[in-house]
């Protein structure tokens, strides 16, 4: 029996944070192939952050969002997520056939969760002083500057090709997060934002983002303000 017939009838249980990019890489993903889910936040900042609760702790040892309970398992890190809802569940390919292409998904999507979000993460800003806004921004320029050179490399209508795939997932959080908490000018990386601005036309990006989730917050103070308070969250 091949894996695509493996899946569980059961609902799935997604464990987000709605201001989460890691989460909302997740959300686009099932939104994309059409599965439906529940969800139960986790937010990561009242309180001290309910992800350090014992309880949450035994679904992912590391203590961050997304986990997701499904098929009789619980898996965390969103790629691995994303990886696995590609294998198991039918619907438009999010890493494509082509081996070449696939490995510039991977490419493109690993540059994004290693090489720039985790820099920009709260357990790292809440270690600065001062600087938080400046070294975000610093970090996400520099990602950038290399995205914006691959990209012109590998795009068509979307990151890879014509066909929206991980990396596309990946990009738009990280855009999100530049440009609304960061204040990164995106003028210097055409690609990025043309692409970017595509895919927010497409219905699983509309309906993941974070304004719209069941945990959305009102946000309680001007972007700059948040960010130098250490309450942003990626």
Not at 67 to 82: M, R
Not at 159 to 181: H, I
Request: hydrophobic share 40%; aromatic share 6%; glycine share 6%.
């Amino acid at each position: 029996m091949s894996s695509r017939n493996m899946a569980s009838t059961s609902k799935p249980v997604l464990y987000t944070y709605f201001r989460s990019s890691c989460s909302w890489r997740v959300r686009i993903a099932l939104a994309f192939k059409g599965v439906a889910y529940d969800q139960v936040g986790v937010n990561l900042v009242k309180g001290g952050g309910q992800q350090h609760a014992n309880s949450f702790k035994a679904l992912n040892p590391m203590k961050q969002v997304p986990a997701l309970s499904i098929d009789g398992i619980t898996l965390s890190q969103s790629l691995a997520i994303i990886q696995y809802l590609d294998e198991t569940r039918p619907g438009p390919r999010l890493l494509p056939e082509d081996a070449k292409k696939r490995a510039q998904v991977r490419m493109i999507s690993d540059l994004i969760t290693s090489g720039i979000q985790p820099l920009q993460n709260l357990n790292v800003l809440q270690k600065l002083g001062d600087e938080k806004l400046e070294w975000a921004q610093c970090f996400i320029i520099n990602g950038f500057q290399a995205l914006e050179s691959l990209l012109q490399q590998t795009a068509g209508r979307y990151c890879v090709g014509d066909e929206v795939t991980m990396a596309d997932l990946c990009l738009v959080p990280q855009v999100y997060n530049a440009v609304s908490r960061f204040k990164v000018d995106l003028a210097p990386f055409p690609t990025i934002e043309r692409i970017n601005n595509t895919l927010l036309e497409l219905e699983a990006f509309k309906v993941s983002d974070p304004s719209c989730q069941p945990d959305t917050l009102p946000e309680p103070s001007p972007p700059a303000a948040r960010v130098m308070s250490g309450q942003t969250i990626s």
